[in-house]
């Protein structure tokens, strides 16, 4: 089956440590998110590459990176994890910008 | 800016009572409107969505919803609740730059 595939489900770093979230696809879509969800809480965009192209939202910190070496893969990187920054990390595709969105199972981050 | 809201951050039915769950938007443009269902510790999973046409929808496990242009309205609805069915639900609109979400409906059925 064709899905969205998030990398490790449960991640738990240092407070400082840089930490590495995983994604890839088999849907061939041309868009990735990365979204921060935090407890009952709508999730947050933080990013999206359509294909090559990156969109960073005006309102994420510096402290977050994303990388997408082909168009399968997409990664985030969070340089310097805070307490704050403990949350879901949500994946998802979209064919196109207006498209539906096709979400991944998540990453639980936990900062200690 | 486009918004959605979504009224009640908590709904309690009873098993087989019907379900509602409510989303109200703004748009300025004809949107793409979409209902997700979040289980704990999981992604969204896609219930339904409408871009065009028929404006009653209907999605997975039993959920429809219709799109009300002159009350600016998605609700959801499902005629039986099943104890399956809690979760979070986001309703979620596109208006053809960015995809905007509600704060979410926690849903509780009641045994």
Not at chain 1, 80 to 102: E, F, N
Not at chain 2, 59 to 78: D, M
């Amino acid at each position: 089956d064709a899905m969205v595939i998030q990398n490790p489900r449960y991640q738990v770093t240092q407070f400082g440590k840089p930490v590495t979230l995983s994604c890839s696809q088999t849907l061939n879509h041309n868009v990735m998110y990365w979204y921060q969800q935090k407890s009952s809480q709508a999730p947050k965009l933080l990013f999206h590459y359509y294909d090559k192209d990156f969109n960073n939202e005006a309102d994420t910190p510096d402290n977050f990176q994303s990388r997408r070496p082909n168009t399968s893969f997409c990664f985030l990187d969070i340089r310097s994890p805070g307490l704050g920054d403990a949350a879901m990390y949500l994946c998802a595709t979209s064919r196109k910008g207006l498209d539906t969105q096709y979400f991944g199972p998540g990453t639980r981050l936990t900062v200690l | 800016a486009q918004s959605v809201t979504q009224l009640g951050s908590h709904v309690s039915v009873s098993e087989g009572a019907l379900v509602l769950l409510r989303c109200n938007y703004s748009s300025s443009v004809p949107p793409y409107l979409f209902w997700y269902v979040q289980y704990p510790n999981q992604g969204l999973q896609l219930l339904l969505k409408y871009t065009t046409g028929a404006t009653l929808v209907k999605g997975i496990n039993g959920f429809e919803a219709e799109f009300k242009k002159s009350e600016t309205s998605f609700h959801l609805t499902k005629p039986s609740a099943h104890m399956s069915d809690a979760a979070e639900y986001f309703c979620a609109v596109s208006d053809g730059n960015q995809f905007y979400f509600g704060t979410g409906t926690s849903l509780t059925v009641i045994p």
